[in-house]
């Protein structure tokens, strides 16, 4: 199975301020048919999780534009560019290229300093 | 408006079962790939199942194969999740989640039902 990495698991951020997180799989994430199916999920306290990024860069529907994703192969990054109050929350990766089974990164605490 | 609503959970004994089902609403519940994630408290993310449209194609976390159970009814626009033999780790919420075939994740999620099993 593939192992999803993530880095930090918790990350204190000053309002206003840019974070990033990062994650990491034990294998390459680019499917035989030339996609990477790595995407990045939000769960704020309390709720089930939300899905913000697909296939790496692509941000879901009603995901405002200070979340970004890039990367490649098994490196890949979420980036929040200014940090608001409603971002905090645990962020997963979870990779589906090596399907079964779905794996997800352990979760990253975003909090306010 | 696209909705999923788990139900079914509860405080069971270790051996005991459970029967999980989620409610599809707002979408072609038919056409889609159906699955099942679960976190334990204060944990992460946990991936158990999975369904396709019409059934031929399930799949399980090989940590759970034979003790659960995934099915549908598409007349019904429902998914369950029949969970047999729990063991005190099978504690926590358990989501439903649908799978968009276009960009491979889950695009909508349940509220989640709460699976407690404790003598």
């Known amino acids: 199975d593939i192992v999803m990495t993530q880095t930090p698991l918790s990350s204190p951020v000053t309002l206003g301020q840019p974070a990033s997180i990062s994650c990491r799989s034990s294998?390459?994430?680019?499917?035989?048919?030339?996609?990477?199916?790595l995407s990045w999920l939000q769960q704020r306290p309390g709720q089930p999780p939300r899905l913000l990024i697909y296939r790496v860069s692509n941000r879901f529907s009603g995901v405002p534009d200070r979340f970004s994703g890039s990367g490649a192969g098994t490196d890949f990054t979420l980036k929040i560019s200014r940090v608001e109050a409603e971002d905090v929350g645990v962020y997963y990766c979870?990779?589906?290229?090596?399907?079964?089974?779905?794996?997800f990164g352990q979760g990253t605490k975003l909090e306010i300093k | 408006e696209v909705q999923l609503v788990e139900s079914g959970g509860g405080l069971v004994k270790p051996g005991e079962s459970l029967r999980l089902s989620c409610a599809a609403s707002g979408f072609s519940f038919r056409y889609f790939t159906m699955n099942w994630v679960r976190q334990a408290p204060g944990k992460g993310l946990e991936w158990v199942s999975s369904?396709?449209?019409?059934?031929?194609?399930?799949y399980y976390v090989d940590s759970l194969k034979g003790r659960f159970t995934i099915s549908r009814d598409n007349t019904k626009n429902s998914l369950y999740l029949q969970m047999n033999s729990l063991r005190a780790e099978d504690t926590a919420v358990y989501y439903c989640a649908r799978e968009r075939p276009d960009i491979e994740t889950f695009d909508i999620w349940g509220q989640g039902t709460m699976v407690t099993v404790s003598s």
């Open positions: 369904i396709s449209s019409s059934s031929d194609s399930i």
């Open positions: 294998q390459s994430l680019v499917h035989s048919d030339g996609n990477t199916y």
């Open positions: 979870m990779q589906a290229t090596h399907f079964p089974p779905y794996t």
